[in-house]
């Protein structure tokens, strides 16, 4: 499998490629920089001291065309523009950039009518199945509980809360069928006032090189159930997104999910 890894400089980007350059059937055809990257023309491999004799390109056109699948976890603009160029030739694309905003998603969406997408917030087995775990936990719980979602991550994280935070979000909402826009509480400061029943909140920290911590806790006024997950290592996310590409693999156009390629019933 031909693999171009978007965004190869990055802190996933050097994972991608390690990954990548350790799975037997896998080759690093390509990488990619943002225009105007101090990188661009150096060899892929220099951001984990290897020499790949492939250069970084800026434009997206050159990075899908040598690939047979793109790995993007980069920015909401590029993995648009990615998605598009994916889509014109056909190439596999697995996306897990977050803090895309609703225009994102769609244009993503639209291009997934043209070829296979895979996109998730968190390529994590265990984020995974905690999302599944979440969802039924809202459904079992009575409304008397409050669903808080806290997380953490490295102080160079651009976007709040973590789109695995708001995954959880949707997961516990959709547990309780309400939609999570109508009822989440993402930031509070202030003399906010009591909290209002049937709300989801979020807390943010940011701090260190934390790779991602996620806890949802649901609270009663006698009891409180707690379910974290902790990323130890972004070689997690890494492998997650390889496992996705292999997967997606002849499958028709569409946009999937990592709970397609884990087997999950939706
Ligand atoms: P990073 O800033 O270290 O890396 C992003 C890289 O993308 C940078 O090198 C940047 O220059 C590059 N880039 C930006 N615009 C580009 C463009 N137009 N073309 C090519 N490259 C471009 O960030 P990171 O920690 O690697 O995270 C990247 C994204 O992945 C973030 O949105 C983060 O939240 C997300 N992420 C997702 C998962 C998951 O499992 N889905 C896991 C970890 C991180």
């Known amino acids: ?51 790949l004799g492939v250069a970084i390109v800026a434009d997206p056109e050159a990075l899908v065309s040598a690939a047979d699948v793109v790995i993007d976890f980069t ?3 590029a993995s648009v523009a990615l998605a598009a160029a994916c889509a014109r030739r056909q190439r596999i694309h697995v996306v897990g950039t977050t803090g895309l905003k609703p225009n994102h998603e769609e ?31 809202a459904a079992l719980l009575p409304d008397a509980f409050d669903i808080e979602i806290v997380e953490m991550h490295h102080r160079h994280k651009v976007d709040a809360p973590s789109g695995t935070a708001l995954a959880l979000g949707r997961a516990a909402a959709a547990g309780r069928q309400v939609d999570l826009a109508a009822v989440a509480d993402r930031g509070r400061d202030g003399i906010t006032g009591a909290r209002k029943p049937g709300h989801i909140g ?43 590409a292999r997967w997606a693999r002849g499958k028709p156009p569409g946009l999937y999910g990592m709970d397609d390629v884990l087997g999950f019933r939706r």
Not at 2 to 12: K, L, N, Y
Not at 227 to 242: E, I, N, Y
């Open 202 to 244: 979020f807390a943010v920290l940011r701090g260190g090189a934390v790779v991602g911590d996620h806890t949802v806790v649901f609270a009663s006024d006698s009891e409180r159930l707690e379910l974290t997950h902790r990323a130890q290592d972004r070689s997690l996310f890494a492998a997650g997104a390889v496992r996705a």
């Open 75 to 77: 920015a909401p603009e």
């Open 107 to 137: 244009a993503i969406r639209q291009a997934s009518a043209r070829t296979a997408i895979v996109q998730a917030a968190n390529f994590s087995i265990g984020v995974n199945v905690l999302l599944q775990v979440t969802r039924q936990v």
């Open 1 to 51: 499998m031909r693999v171009g890894i978007a965004g190869c400089t990055g802190r996933m980007g050097q994972a991608l490629l390690r990954e990548v350059l350790a799975a037997g059937d896998c080759m690093v055809a390509a990488g990619s920089e943002r225009p105007g990257h101090a990188a661009i023309g150096t060899d892929v491999g220099a951001a984990i001291g290897r020499t």
